[in-house]
Each structure stands twice: as structure tokens, then as C-alpha cells.
């Protein structure tokens, strides 16, 4: 499978699960200079910037294992940037990922919301 139909079908796929989960979805693909965001929702008051990892194999180690402290921190002020922008929304943001396993046909595996990446 190519990266990017994958990077697609595991977005579709978060969207999915964060709405059956509570997330009200507002913006998707957010793009900055100081980076990129793949989705932006309100979930229990707060506003949450959401990082979408796909894995179809373990050979390059898992989903989370691939979002690390120098992605954390440019997906920050790409929030911070994007809070700047809409000062309407929410105030007290956080940093969500969704993790997905697909096997070698692109069938679910797993999927989960890890919450709060940064405390």
C-alpha cells in the first residue's frame, strides 16, 4: 500500500473512531510553517490536536514508536499557532494521537486514542 492511501485510510479511520468516541471534529490537515496537524477537535471542553499514525507492519516498529519528541514539539506550535488563530475556540488544549494497525490487506487490527501526549 502506498504511504500516502495509507496516511488517507488511517485518517478516515481515526475520524471514525474519535466521533464514535465523543470528538466533535473541526478542521482536518491543518498546515503551518511550523508544521502540520492531521486533526483538530473539542472533546470534554478542551481543544484537541490529534496525530494519526498508520502501521501495516511492525518492521519499521509500532505507530507510537514513530511520533517522537521532535514531532511532539513542532505539532505544539502548530497548536499554539492555530489556538492564535481562533481565540474562540477553547482555551486549554492537549495532544491527542490515534494509533492504527492494519495487516498486510489493510483490515483493522487495532486502533486507539492515546490521550494527552505531552503531560
Not at 11 to 18: D, I, M, Q, R
Not at 25 to 39: H, M, P, T
Not at 51 to 66: A, D, H, I, L, Y
Amino acid at each position: 500500500m502506498k504511504q500516502k492511501n495509507l496516511g488517507l485510510l488511517g485518517e478516515n479511520l481515526a475520524l471514525k473512531h474519535l466521533r464514535n468516541n465523543g470528538y466533535q471534529i473541526i478542521a482536518r490537515n491543518f498546515s503551518s510553517k511550523f508544521g502540520e496537524i492531521d486533526i483538530i477537535a473539542i472533546e470534554s471542553g478542551d481543544l484537541v490536536f490529534i496525530e494519526v499514525k498508520t502501521r501495516w507492519s511492525q518492521s519499521f516498529g509500532s505507530p507510537e514508536e514513530s511520533i517522537t519528541p521532535w514531532k511532539v514539539k513542532k505539532i505544539v506550535k502548530a497548536s499554539e499557532y492555530f489556538q492564535l488563530l481562533h481565540p474562540q475556540l477553547p482555551q486549554s488544549l492537549r495532544l491527542d494521537a490515534v494509533v492504527i494497525e492494519l495487516d498486510n490487506q489493510g483490515k483493522l487490527q487495532r486502533i486507539e486514542i492515546l490521550k494527552n501526549l505531552t503531560g
